[in-house]
Nanobody
Framework: QVQLVESGGGLVQAGGSLRLSCVAS????????MGWFRQAPGKEREFVAA????????YYAEFVKGRFTISRGNAKNTVYLQMNSLKAEDTAVYYC?????????????????WGQGTQVTASS
């Protein structure tokens, strides 16, 4: 099993930047593919970005391509989400997730472990 703790959320003006971090503990971090999802009030939890266990492959939702970057540091057991050019519609709780699966990384159903979430608010 793996435990996940997110940090880095906050309030920022539209057009600004934030970097989210997710620290993993409890199991071999480098065995897991990692993902970021978000959930706005009254909406379903949706895929934002994912990264393979090795960090060589990344995947993004269309609405964040060119603005967000996912990366990982296996030596630090940490996955990051750099968010630039934030928009009001990016406001949501952002969740980190982990899976031992190697495919379908945009599907929330394959992720077994989830963090508690961190609030991101971009004001217009």
């Amino acid at each position: 099993q793996v435990q996940l703790v997110e940090s880095g959320g906050g309030l920022v003006q539209a057009g600004g930047s934030l970097r989210l971090s997710c620290v993993a503990s409890g199991d071999t971090f480098s065995s897991y593919a990692m993902g970021w999802f978000r959930q706005a009030p009254g909406k379903e939890r949706e895929f934002v970005a994912a990264i393979s266990w090795s960090g060589t492959r990344t995947y993004y939702a269309e609405f964040v391509k060119g603005r967000f970057t996912i990366s990982r540091g296996n030596a630090k057991n940490t996955v990051y989400l750099q968010m630039n050019s934030l928009k009001a519609e990016d406001t949501a709780v952002y969740y980190c997730a982990a899976t031992l699966r190697r495919t379908s990384l945009s599907s929330r159903e394959i992720f077994d472990y989830w963090g508690q979430g961190t609030q991101v608010t971009a004001s217009s």
